[in-house]
Every structure is written in structure tokens, then in C-alpha cells.
């Protein structure tokens, strides 16, 4: 199974602060890693698909990058509905898929 | 729009057995491949099942082979996750969800259904 793994675990941020969160695959996933949003007692939603598209509706304040084994979403200027917990996932060796462990971005 | 509506959830004793249902609408059912995510609680999240559009391969998670069956009646826009021989791990918010067309990933979610495994 190929193994996604997120750094940090949680990050303390403030309002119009830049912030990364990686991802980093066990083995190469090519462009095949996604982003999710998830706020409590909600389900998660799509932000980055195939590491660096936009989905539509998401603010163009997320964006994403890398290919290979190694990823990044990037928040330009965080927002106070921004904090949330955020996951990764890839879908290389779809249909068994695998997720991060997630990032928790809170307020400082 | 896409609509997930998931029902089903509930307590249970270890050992026992549940029904999720996944009522689709909104896109033409018959066409998609559709997945079952789990959150336990306080968790990530964890992928389980898939099946493809006309439900000819089903594919699952290593954790739960063998003890769980998913389906989907076409004719019904439903979606289904038999869950047997529970264990307390399975504890957790169930998700249904959709790709988008010729894209992998989860487009759309319900709203998930909690299953509560405990004596």
C-alpha cells in the first residue's frame, strides 16, 4: 500500500499569514494527490485535484504543487474560515486509495 | 444537484450486522463508480470500498475484506454497505462518494451515517 504522510500534525496560524502543509507519498504517485477541507461534524470538501487544479468554487487563495512523492497546498493569506483540518490523498493506485493522517490549522 | 443522502447507521453489538444505504440524485447513477469512506471518531479518514458503475468488480480495504459487501441497485439510485461480524473498530461516520467524470477523486459527499459498534 502506498503510504501518504503530512506535515505538520497541527499548525497554530493567524489571520493573512501564509501557510504550506506537505504531503509526501511512499512511493511515486506521479500527479495523482488531492486536497481536502474538512471542518467539524462535516464531511470533507474537494479544494486541489491531480496535485495542482483548482476545484471550481474553491477561492484562488489555495493552490497546489509537486509531482513525484512530494506535495504542497498553500493557503496565500489565510482567512477565518480556513481553519480546519486538511487532508491529503492519492489516487495512483485507485480504487484502493489512501489519505494522510491530516493537518490541523488553528487559530493563534 | 448531486445529492449523497446516507441512512442505515446505529449501535450495535460486537459481532453483529448493519445495512448502510447511499440514496443518490442529481446525476445519472448507472454511470459512476461510487466509494465508501470512513471517519472514526476523532480520526483521518479511511477509504473502504468501491465498486464500479455497473457493479461488476468491488474492490476493498484490507481491514475489512471479507466481513463487508457492497452492492448498488441501479434501478433505485442506492448505493449499500453490508457490514458484518462488527468490531469495535469499526466504529466511525460512514461516507458515500462520488467522482467526478474521468477525474479521481471524491467530488461529492454525504452527509455520512455513524456506526456505533459497542455492547
Known amino acids: 500500500d502506498i503510504q501518504m504522510t503530512q506535515s505538520p500534525s497541527s499548525l497554530s496560524a493567524s489571520v493573512g499569514d501564509r501557510v504550506t502543509i506537505t504531503c509526501r507519498a511512499s512511493?511515486?504517485?506521479?500527479?495523482?494527490l488531492n486536497w481536502y477541507q474538512q471542518k467539524p461534524g462535516k464531511a470533507p470538501k474537494l479544494l486541489i485535484y491531480?496535485?495542482?487544479s483548482l476545484q471550481s468554487g474553491v477561492p484562488s487563495r489555495f493552490s497546489g504543487s509537486g509531482s513525484g512523492t512530494d506535495f504542497t497546498l498553500t493557503i496565500s493569506s489565510l482567512q477565518p474560515e480556513d481553519f480546519a483540518t486538511y487532508y491529503c490523498?492519492?489516487?495512483?493506485?485507485?480504487?484502493?486509495?489512501?489519505f494522510g493522517q491530516g493537518t490541523r490549522l488553528e487559530i493563534k | 444537484q448531486v445529492q449523497l443522502v446516507e441512512s442505515g447507521g446505529g449501535v450495535v453489538q460486537p459481532g453483529g450486522s448493519l445495512r448502510l444505504s447511499c440514496a443518490a440524485s442529481?446525476?445519472?447513477?448507472?454511470?459512476?463508480?461510487m466509494h465508501w469512506v470512513r471517519q472514526a471518531p476523532g480520526k483521518g479518514l479511511e477509504w473502504v470500498a468501491f465498486?464500479?458503475?455497473?457493479?461488476?468488480?468491488?474492490y476493498y480495504a484490507d481491514s475489512v475484506k471479507g466481513r463487508f459487501t457492497i452492492s448498488r441497485d441501479n434501478s433505485k439510485n442506492t448505493l449499500y454497505l453490508q457490514m458484518n461480524s462488527l468490531r469495535a473498530e469499526d466504529t466511525a461516520v460512514y461516507y458515500c462518494?462520488?467522482?467526478?467524470?474521468?477525474?479521481?477523486?471524491?467530488?461529492?459527499w454525504g452527509q455520512g451515517t455513524l456506526v456505533t459498534v459497542s455492547s
Open positions: 462518494a462520488k467522482p467526478p467524470p474521468r477525474v479521481k477523486c471524491f467530488q461529492h
Open positions: 442529481g446525476f445519472t447513477f448507472s454511470s459512476y463508480g
Open positions: 465498486i464500479r458503475y455497473d457493479g461488476s468488480n468491488k
Open positions: 512511493q511515486s504517485i506521479s500527479s495523482y
Open positions: 491531480a496535485a495542482s
Open positions: 490523498q492519492q489516487s495512483y493506485s485507485t480504487p484502493s486509495i489512501t
